[in-house]
């Protein structure tokens, strides 16, 4: 399964703590985009696809919500519910995104500008496709 759990350095000091994404270091893609999921209503599924070329890195900055991550051949479920932690996810991972908390807000960033044609949203395309 292409995916794995990044513990990130934090930096804390008197005044508070910071982390910092850097690729190479502990993020291993160079950005081109990030966007954060917040507000969600409680009992929905977000996500629901797969991408044929973006990596992502999730992080729960506030609250905490499960991501099922799917490589069409077996399925695993993470929590993410603190800020020290990464989830990285390679391309091609069927991913749902789901039991937001309360206040919850998923940064999400990305190796790739958006493109509506990398997405696949149907999860029969997405089993014919990984398992080409
Ligand atoms: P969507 O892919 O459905 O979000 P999620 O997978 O997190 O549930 O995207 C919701 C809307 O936002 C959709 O109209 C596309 C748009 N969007 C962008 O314009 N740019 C982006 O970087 C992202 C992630 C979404």
């Not at 995104?97 to 395309?125: C, G, H, P, Q, W």
Request: with cysteine; hydrophobic share 35%; aromatic share 12%.
């Amino acid at each position: 399964m292409d995916y794995k759990l990044i513990d990130m350095k934090v930096f804390g000091d008197e005044r508070g703590r910071l982390i910092s994404f850097e690729k190479g270091n502990n993020c291993p893609f160079e950005v081109k985009r990030s966007f954060y999921i917040f507000d969600t209503i409680p009992g929905v599924v977000r996500g629901s696809h797969a991408n044929r070329n973006s990596e992502f890195m999730l992080i729960a900055i506030s609250g905490s919500c499960k991501i099922k991550v799917d490589d069409g051949k077996k399925q695993e479920i993470v929590e993410l519910n603190t800020p020290h932690q990464g989830l990285y996810l390679g391309k091609m991972m069927w991913k749902d995104m789901y039991d937001f908390s309360y206040n919850a807000i998923l940064l999400v960033l990305t190796n790739t500008m958006y493109d509506e044609k990398e997405y696949i949203r149907d999860y029969d395309e997405f089993l014919k496709e990984v398992n080409r």
